[in-house]
């Protein structure tokens, strides 16, 4: 009976400290979206990209194609954004996170670009990897919707 008793309140153990990894994992990721919002509304693009992966292989979906590499995402940034007014002020709604594997998760969202250019807003799905202890975004798809 010991035994039994003993591998139940291990597994309830397990249960619980995966589930509250999750919990902060996801309250992490959270705090990058924030991140890239506050970075965006300060206009600091440089702040925003990174929250991305600094690597050739980062992977940017937009209406414009397929962005590869860290430098040539930021470089798209710049080019699509060039303004204060382009910028606007930028709202990020999280409407699921999703673990997708240890240390990896994905994101599904929409922005809402309220600028005097034209408002904007979309959807996208981000794939988020913990590398060295930080989470980056390894992949961006994102669409306007309007």
């Known amino acids: 009976m010991r035994p039994l008793l003993y591998l139940f309140f291990l597994a ?29 509304n300060n206009l600091d693009v440089e702040l925003f990209m990174e929250t991305y992966w600094k690597s050739d292989e980062l992977i940017f979906y937009g209406s414009s194609g397929v962005t590869k590499g860290w430098q040539n995402t930021l470089e798209r940034y710049k080019k699509s954004y060039p303004t204060k007014e382009h910028f606007g002020k930028l709202h990020l709604t999280s409407n699921e996170i999703t673990k997708i594997d240890n240390g990896i998760y994905s994101v599904f969202g929409e922005y809402h670009l309220t600028r005097t250019v034209g408002n904007t807003k979309g959807i996208f799905m981000l794939v988020l990897k913990n590398i060295d202890g930080a989470w980056k975004i390894i992949a961006d798809t994102s669409c306007k919707t309007e």
């Open 12 to 40: 309830s153990f397990l249960s619980f400290s995966q589930s509250s990894t999750t919990v902060d994992d996801k309250a992490s990721i959270l705090e990058v979206l924030a991140i890239q919002e506050k970075a965006w």
